[in-house]
Structures are given as structure tokens and as C-alpha cells.
């Protein structure tokens, strides 16, 4: 290879962007096969890691080589006999070297062949790096809006019972009421008791009952007293009947003024049953 070869070489890395550094360097003189350890000039062992070399290189022990760097690693690109270029006084043309890329592949061949032989240079993926130092925390952002109000939940099992509370204060003694001895009712205008039954009244908790029968009569029949007597009148439907014989309706009314009022009445032979009660507003 020439040195205008050489320079295009050197150009075509440079326009892919690629770190161009060229170094020698010995084949292990203990290589027997795979890509091949390499004592770089300066050192006397060999490397520890083994480098890829283009296919069109045949490694032999001992052999002087030159590789580039390609990214982080070296390529072994062939012996230092096989960079042959220019003629000496009485020898022959050398054949040069040709390259090219595709991607991250490099391709070699001679000058009097018609093919690239590609090289995929590749390298596997390196060790996860160490985790940096945690940057300084951002500024807050504003508060976002409120979100819709989501659907209500199942309810949810009932509560176990509480306990009981303390017994409360026991109350004040209620009123005693007051005596429900019956009253005689008077009868009036030629009212009588009918079979026996003669009209009472009487009073307890407000509640004012009148019991007994009286003989077949219409108009006012009887008075209550005063502290019996209902605050507006009051009417009632009370039964008219005698002995076994089917009873029949009729009805009475009580004014606030204690007046017992028969209002109608019916069959003649049959007794007017007074009984009925309100209650005292």
C-alpha cells in the first residue's frame, strides 16, 4: 500500500467518524488458532485479551502487524508484509490493500480482487456502568386540577353493636289518678233507667265514660256536671236494642255545656244505650 492509498485509507475513517490510531505490534509466538494475542511494542508479554482480525489475514506466530483502533478495541488489519506497495530498486509491484465500510463493518481486499471480504468490528456490549450520584431535586410544579369524583363505593358490612350506656336518672312520680267511682247520672224532662241500668259517669286521666241505659226518649235526657263536660260537642252512635231482640242504631250528641241530647230513636219497646266516652281538652 502506497502512501496516497494510505491517506484515502485514513480519510474514509476520519468521514465516518471513527477514532483513527494505528499501532504495531508481535502475533503471540504461542498463537495456534482463533484471533490472536498481541505484544504491543513497548511490552514484552502478550495481551491478556485476545482482538479480531480481518479474514483475509492468515496468523502465523511471531508475525510483525499493525491494527487500528476501531471505538474501544483494536483490529488486527494484517501482517506488515502483506502492506506492500511502491516497487525497490530491482523488485517487483507490490499488490496494495483496498478498504471500505458498511456500518460497522470494514472491508478488505486486494487490489486485484473483485470482492470486499467484511469484517464486523462490532464489539459485544460492555458492563453495566456504575449508577451516578443522584442529581438535586427540581423545582415543585404547579398543582394540578382536581380530578373527576369517582363512582361510590359498596357499602360496607355493619358496624358490631356498641356497648350499652349508663342507666339515665329515674324520673319524677307520675300523677295518681284520680278516683273512677261512677256517678249517678240525673236523669231529666221524664227520662228513667231502662232495665235496671241506671246512667253513671265517670272520670280518670282526662277521660270522661258514661254507662247505662235509659227508656225510649228524644230531646236533652240528662246534665253533666261541670269538670265533666267536653269543650266542643261531641256525637255519638249508640245502640237501642231490649232483651235478646236485634239492636238498631240511633245517636246522641254532648254540648259543652253537659246536655246529653237523644237525637232520634227508633222501635219504642227498645232501651237507648248511653254508652260512650271523650276526652277532656
Known amino acids: ?81 502483506d502492506f506492500r506497495g511502491g516497487t525497490s530498486e530491482g523488485g517487483q509491484d507490490g499488490v496494495g490493500l483496498q478498504f471500505t465500510w458498511n456500518g460497522t463493518s470494514l472491508g478488505v481486499k486486494r487490489e486485484d480482487q473483485q470482492t470486499y471480504t467484511f469484517t464486523d468490528l462490532k464489539g459485544a456490549k460492555g458492563d453495566k456502568g456504575d449508577q451516578g450520584e443522584q442529581g438535586i431535586q427540581g423545582v415543585q410544579g404547579p398543582k394540578g386540577d382536581t380530578g373527576a ?6 357499602q360496607g358490612p355493619k358496624g358490631d353493636t356498641g356497648a350499652t350506656g349508663p342507666q339515665g336518672p329515674q324520673g319524677e312520680p307520675g300523677e295518681t289518678p284520680p278516683d273512677a267511682t261512677r256517678i249517678a247520672l240525673p ?18 286521666l282526662g ?9 225510649n226518649k228524644t230531646g236533652v235526657v240528662a246534665n253533666l256536671p261541670a269538670g265533666y263536660r267536653p269543650k266542643e260537642m261531641q256525637v255519638f252512635m249508640v245502640a237501642q236494642a231490649s232483651g235478646t231482640a236485634p239492636a238498631s242504631p240511633t245517636a246522641i ?8 241530647n237523644v237525637l232520634y230513636t227508633g222501635d219504642a219497646t227498645k232501651g237507648i244505650h248511653l254508652n260512650c266516652s271523650f276526652v277532656l281538652n
Open 253 to 260: 250528641s254532648i254540648n259543652s255545656a253537659g246536655d246529653i
Open 1 to 81: 500500500m502506497n502512501m496516497t492509498q494510505f491517506v484515502e485509507l485514513v480519510q474514509k475513517l476520519i468521514d465516518k467518524n471513527k477514532t483513527v490510531l494505528f499501532v504495531l505490534g508481535k502475533i503471540d509466538p504461542n498463537y495456534t488458532s482463533g484471533n490472536p494475542k498481541i505484544v504491543f511494542d513497548g511490552e514484552t508479554t502478550p495481551s491478556s485479551k485476545r482482538y479480531t482480525k480481518l479474514s483475509s489475514y492468515q496468523v502465523q506466530p511471531n508475525d510483525r502487524v499493525i491494527l487500528s483502533k476501531v471505538g474501544k478495541t483494536y483490529v488486527v488489519l494484517g501482517s506488515l508484509g
Open 149 to 154: 369524583t369517582g363512582p361510590q363505593g359498596a
Open 207 to 215: 277521660v270522661v265514660t258514661l254507662q247505662g241505659a235509659i227508656n
Open 187 to 204: 236523669l231529666l224532662n221524664g227520662a228513667t233507667a231502662f232495665s235496671g241500668r241506671p246512667p253513671t259517669y265517670a272520670k280518670a
